[in-house]
């Protein structure tokens, strides 16, 4: 049972929101103990395809960094191959009818190709594509941005830090969370800084088992956007081209609280106000629930609701500015040089939770608002030709290390190089500016 999949199923919805999904998963992973201990022997003895991959992404959606990947190497010219795997029969169809390898999970086939993948690529954890599967296989961790908050082993509180908390290796809680535990072979990042400063620590690897090549995500910012990445990243054709279409374009991007909590609603923030706002000034306001939250909204005039699933940053070239809070969103928004608001009323209460790699003042380049009306005056006086704050221009350079695009293309040299022998000394790869990818033998 994955970490994702469980906070959509009905019977354990309120348990995951009062103890979090960790605990709440606790009961079934310590009676499977006993048969994953069997399969992990087993599978990590058979042998595998260094040529063969496997991808998957959280909560069963095509989108974030696998995705982009996955549709680069799978159309490239390559000896790799690649295969997309999910629960979704949907997904599955659409792929194929497109020319893309997929399976479902569970499936006779889906089962095959994942004993037998030399690579399990996922944007988060190995349950992305299948979790009793990964022992014996390399795990690439594209991870879903450059982060602000804190992240696995760094989360020292919260639903989360249950999970993440340091253990005996003999330990029976140890092997409960072992899947999500594992360290990724190879991480991908966008600089050495990022790194050192959150990612060594949060997986548990010397910041040498990094690759510093940039997102596939972020790689099509560098190009006018005259048709969506994919269609496949976008759930409607017509809301990407009215947005596309539109003058002046602000989307508002939260990201998901470990407690479940809403910044909409009664009491809180409206939408609907926020979109006059952004109406008034002659334009659209774009907003995109997290894909673990359920908000219930319809488009308007002035307000373009997008499906969770979407992939959003299909749609973050269209925006003309971004408000968020402590989401990494912001930091593929600097990319495009533009200005960013920060809606945080409850910056203090998160700094003191879950906890910030980077103090506000350090990470945050744009106005730090803590109320609905500061969020809509702030809006109110934003320009379509406004300058993004010029504190972007120095952090961008610090993030992304003079990425500009061509992150897909680096990672398939590195793959074609170095995951051709799979269990060989990766040797890292050559990129603008400096030697990126600082790979070496364990």
């Known amino acids: 049972m994955g970490m994702t999949s469980i906070r959509r199923s009905r019977f354990v919805r309120a348990a995951v929101q009062r103890i979090g999904a960790p605990r709440a998963i606790l009961p079934f992973r310590i009676a499977e103990l006993p048969l994953r201990f069997v399969v992990r022997q087993v599978v990590s003895q058979l042998p595998r395809d260094p040529s063969l991959l496997v991808f998957g992404a959280s909560a069963d959606r095509f989108a974030d960094n696998p995705a982009y990947l996955f549709l680069h190497l799978s159309q490239a010219s390559s000896s790799l191959r690649c295969v997309w795997i999910t629960d979704s029969k949907d997904l599955v169809r659409r792929l194929r009818e497109r020319g893309f390898a997929a399976e479902l999970r569970w499936s006779a086939p889906g089962l095959r190709v994942c004993a037998r993948a030399g690579w399990f690529v996922v944007g988060e954890y190995v349950s992305d594509v299948n979790r009793w599967l990964h022992d014996g296989a390399l795990l690439f961790n594209l991870w879903h941005g450059i982060p602000l908050k804190a992240i696995e082993r760094d989360i020292k509180a919260g639903p989360l830090a249950f999970m993440f908390r340091e253990r005996w290796p003999w330990s029976p809680m140890f092997a409960v969370f072992a899947d999500e535990r594992r360290p990724p072979d190879v991480l991908l990042s966008t600089s050495e800084f990022v790194s050192r400063r959150c990612f060594s620590s949060a997986f548990g690897v010397a910041s040498e088992r990094c690759l ?7 790689d099509h910012f560098f190009r006018r956007p005259s048709a969506p990445p994919s269609d496949l990243l976008i759930a409607d054709g017509a809301v990407w081209e009215r947005l596309r279409a539109s003058r002046f374009v602000v989307g508002y991007f939260p990201t998901w609280r470990d407690d479940d909590s809403r910044l909409i609603g009664p009491g809180g923030l409206s939408l609907e106000r926020l979109a006059s706002a952004v109406s008034a000034r002659g334009g659209l306001l774009v907003f995109k629930p997290h894909f673990d939250m359920s908000e219930e909204l319809s488009h308007s005039a002035s307000l373009v609701v997008l499906d ?4 959003l940053n299909a749609y973050l070239p269209l925006c003309t500015a971004l408000i968020t809070d402590y989401s990494s969103v912001a930091f593929d928004f600097m990319l495009l040089d533009r200005p960013i608001l920060y809606y945080v009323p409850d910056l203090d209460d998160y700094c003191r939770g879950r906890g910030l790699y980077f103090s506000p003042e350090e990470m945050m380049p744009g106005p730090l608002l803590k109320s609905p009306d500061e969020l809509y005056g702030a809006v109110e006086s934003l320009r379509p030709d406004q300058p993004p704050d ?7 350079s610090r993030l992304w290390d003079g990425y500009e695009g ?5 990672i398939q040299m590195f793959l074609e190089r170095d995951g051709a022998v799979a269990h060989g000394p990766p040797t890292g790869i050559a990129a603008p500016a400096r030697r990126r990818g600082r790979l070496r033998q364990r």
């Open 212 to 218: 510093d090549v940039g997102y596939p995500r972020t």
């Open 406 to 410: 061509g992150a897909a293309a680096r």
């Open 390 to 396: 010029p504190r972007i221009s120095e952090l961008r």
């Open 308 to 311: 969770p699933n979407d992939d």
